[in-house]
Structure formats: C-alpha cells, structure tokens
C-alpha cells in the first residue's frame, strides 16, 4: 500500500518552498539563464556546488510559490495552483499559452529547444493503460512525449517488469505542445522527460478518481539524510538500475538520500557505470525523473553536456550539509514569455 504522504513535507511555509527549490533547480541550468551547463551540485569540488547553489538562488532558481507544484500532488491541490497562476501570469506567459492548450500540434515528432526553454511538435500520449503501467494524474493532461520517449516508457515498463518491478505509475510526461507549465516543473518542455513513481504498481487497475487522488510513496527518511528504511525496497535498485542501463538515458535525477542508497548497495560491484547516469538532487524522493537525449537527428533540440567521469558516488557528501538541506528561498521565477523561446515554439501556440 502507498504511503501516506507527510504534510510536513509541503504544506508548510519554509519546507514547502525548500521543496519546491528542489523541485525546480535539477530540472533548470544552473544558474537558469546559463544553458547547457550541469546542473546544480553536479560540478565536482564542494566550492563550486556552493557557489552554484548561491548563484541559483540569486539568479530566480526558485519558482514562483503560487506557480510551483509537486509531482505527486492530488488534482484539487494541482487545480488551486492552476488557478492562482493563471490570475498571476501575464498574457504573453509561454505557461499560459502553452498550459491552455489541449491538444498536440499534428507533425512528426520534433523536439525544439533547450529542456527548460522549449517546446514539442507531433506530441503522442501515452496511453492510460499498459500491461505494464498506468498513467497517473490524468486530469492535468500531461501524458504526451516525443514518440521517442512514449516507445521507451513502454520498452523500460517491459525491461523493469522482467527485473522485478510490478509495474511503472507514470507521472508527468508533457503538455501536448511541451513546453513551461502553468505548474512545477522548470523542464519538461521537449516530450523527451517523464516522472516515473517510486510508488509499485499494484495489482489491479487504478480507477480514474485514484490515480488522480492516491497518495505517493516517500523513500526518504523525515531527517533527508537515507532512505526509510521501512519504504525502501530491494526492487527500487532494480527499478532505477534498469533505468538508468536504457539505452537513451541522459540522466535520471533521484534524491541525494535516494542515490546515497544505491551508491551503497552497488559498493564493490566493478561495473558501476549505470550510477554515472543517476545524479542526485533535491526532492524525487516520491517519483524519479528520466531525461532521455535530443531524438537523434533533431539539430533543433539541445543536449545538456554528459556528467562527468564517475559514479559520482564520492561527491554526494555536499547535498547533506546544512546548507544543501536548508537552502535559503529565493525571489519568485520570472515567467517565460513566448519570445523567451525558439520562433518555432511560438507558431505552435496561438495569441
Ligand atoms: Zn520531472
């Protein structure tokens, strides 16, 4: 059975925006305007993941309270949200434009842009049902990605069943049209991301009201520093190594307790190269996020630069200091106006 889900963990003022910082910055360059660089606490030496952090924060890292959201929230929660940032946004907002729109721009799939300033052409769905998934929160319309990735889904649903997974509950893909969201999430904007739940699948199917309601499984012990153990399950490693070895994969961010605990399991197994592809990070401890590379042959979609060399397994000790735990809330996100993105992001959407 899932968890239930903490309050304290983001209905209250200072932990709910430490939350959303960490919801927002893995998913963003850091600093937000920089492209192309790794992400926060990916540089090696604690100096520069200091400093990456500060800049960060100075630099807008943070989204909007009122704008950010949690992948797991339930749809009365994710509504109010949506309502406050439509109030909020300005009319030329890209999370407006693009988070009002309801249906794919029929092309061949084509992913343009950066993973946070872009967008989608020829967006498919994921199917609600699988042998092997069930897609969750279906009413926020987001279960559209590159076909690229909706094939891999389907493929890692397949791959992580034969490891000993029941079954992928898959979060957020994308909007139909990719780009910023009117909610959470600084990326998410190509169709080549998805929020996979580190909740099992049960044996059953989920009833639409369920699977837009139920409660996810936190893996993180209420202290930030491991796993909880009563949470943790030999089936997660499987899961997230299965993951991670699929051809494709970018990068996949977990928690830094999450990544902590696998580093530990794999300790002294010699083929370690899976664990270079798992980069820790703030929140993901109740979903994990897959980023998978630009679909080959798309010159308009921006791979980030490979992480380094490593499991990574000896840099981790930064993201369990004080400072990494409780960093201090920053100004609001500035919107992302249409001009903000490629040209041909702003014909799929209409003023
Ligand atoms: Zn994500």
Redesign the pocket.
Known sequence: MPQAVPVKVFNTGFVSDFVQYRQSCP?QSCPGKVRGRRSCGERAGAALVVLCALVAILAGCLPGVIGAAQ?QENASQEAGRRRAALDRLPEDAAQRLFGLTASPAPAPGRAIGSYTRGCLAGGVALPPDGANWQVMRPSRNRAWGHPALIEFIQRLAVTAHGAGWPGLLVG?IAQPRGGPMLTG?A??QLGI?A?LWLTPMPDRRLSAAERDDMPATNLVAANGDDVDPAAWRSQHRKLLEAAARSPGVARI?VNAAIKRALCREAAGERDREWLRRIRPSWGHNFHF?VRLYCPRGESECQNQPDPGPGDGCAELAWWFTDEAKHPKPGPPRKPLRVADLPPACAALVSR
């Open positions: 998913g992948a957020d999430h990326s998410h991301e929020d961010f996020h």
